[in-house]
């Protein structure tokens, strides 16, 4: 065979070999290991998401916020989150202290209607904003429950917050409270904002992907002031495959650890017989404050 023939086949054979050869697509990026950091700065928050949008799709991240000690915070002692809190600790600890009130969540609703809040850092609506610049999916997830629905849209439409536009669900929510398949309480969702009336975030969250037909994002990236919540959702999509970027939110620290009893019952003291005359005057419609100072089983105080 001539030597110019033997390497004409050879060339030939090495062009039908990478012919043949599968060429394979590039995988698909990979979502991250689920984790929990800190942060000061909702920014931060963000700018993951954002990275995260550009890797993965828009369609594959979710970006979920707490509301208070997240994005917004109440102006005093009085009604604040931490206000909250030492109630909550008063009941199982001294549940006839004279500080404690005799309907927390009743009296909560008052001072949510009463109060102005403010935002948690200046620029927190415009990040909510970047988010749905991009086009991601962005979704309220807070403990306060239906009944304190206007006095929240209230205060988050004051500062500029707006999840209704690129939410999961249908268009405005749901027109009714529901009990969700994970829950002892009704929760309801309105314009993008879930909520869940005290309950597990966690199965909140997984129970609303569930009724609204959502499919499990790649990622869901969370910022939440309480480490508790932020667990909660950690374990409930723990083996699940869907990444959980938790940001524990640390921007109102200092307030809370501020926060003074005897200042906030003064508070209380300087409001309460004002809040009863509204009530009084105009209705119960959004006061709805108990008739007696005294929680239940309290003997009155001497004198």
């Known amino acids: 065979m001539r030597p110019f023939v033997f390497v004409s086949l050879i060339l030939l054979a090495i062009l039908n070999a990478c012919t043949a050869t599968t060429i394979r697509a590039p995988a698909a990026p990979a979502a991250p290991p689920s984790r929990m950091v800190q942060t000061d700065d909702l920014a931060t ?13 828009t369609d594959a991240v979710l970006v979920v916020f707490d509301i208070d000690n997240t994005l917004l915070a109440m102006e005093q002692d009085l009604g604040s989150d931490q206000w909250w ?7 199982k600890t001294a549940p006839c202290a004279p500080e404690r009130v005799a309907e927390p969540l009743a009296v909560q609703g008052a001072l949510y209607y009463a109060s102005a809040m403010r935002p948690t850092q ?3 609506a415009a990040q909510l904003g970047r988010l749905q610049q991009a086009g991601l999916r962005t979704l309220a997830l807070t403990s306060r429950g ?6 929240t849209f209230r205060e988050l439409r004051r500062h500029g917050f707006d ?12 027109p009714d409270d529901f009990l969700p398949p994970s829950g002892i309480r009704d929760a309801r969702l309105e314009d993008g904002v879930f909520l869940t009336a005290g309950q597990h975030k966690g199965d909140m969250l997984a129970d609303l992907l569930e009724l ?4 499990e994002p790649a990622v869901i990236v969370m910022a939440d ?8 959702v950690l374990d409930r999509f723990a083996g699940t495959g869907v990444s959980i970027q938790a940001y524990r939110y640390g921007r109102e620290d200092a307030t809370v650890e501020a926060f003074d009893p005897a200042e906030a019952a003064r508070q209380w003291e300087s409001v309460n017989d004002a809040l009863r005359r509204l009530q009084e005057v ?5 006061l709805e404050l108990p008739a007696s100072d005294l929680p239940p089983g309290c003997p009155a105080p001497a004198g």
């Open 163 to 174: 999840f209704g536009s690129h939410t999961i669900g249908p268009d405005g929510g749901y």
């Open 225 to 232: 002031d309480k480490e508790k919540n932020l667990q909660h």
């Open 85 to 91: 809190e030492w109630q909550r600790d008063l009941e």
């Open 146 to 151: 239906p009944g304190f629905r206007l006095q």
């Open 45 to 57: 928050v963000v700018d993951a998401a954002l990275d995260f949008a550009d890797t993965l799709g």
């Open 122 to 124: 200046d620029d927190a």
């Open 212 to 215: 609204t037909d959502t499919p």
């Open 282 to 286: 105009f209705g119960p419609d959004h």
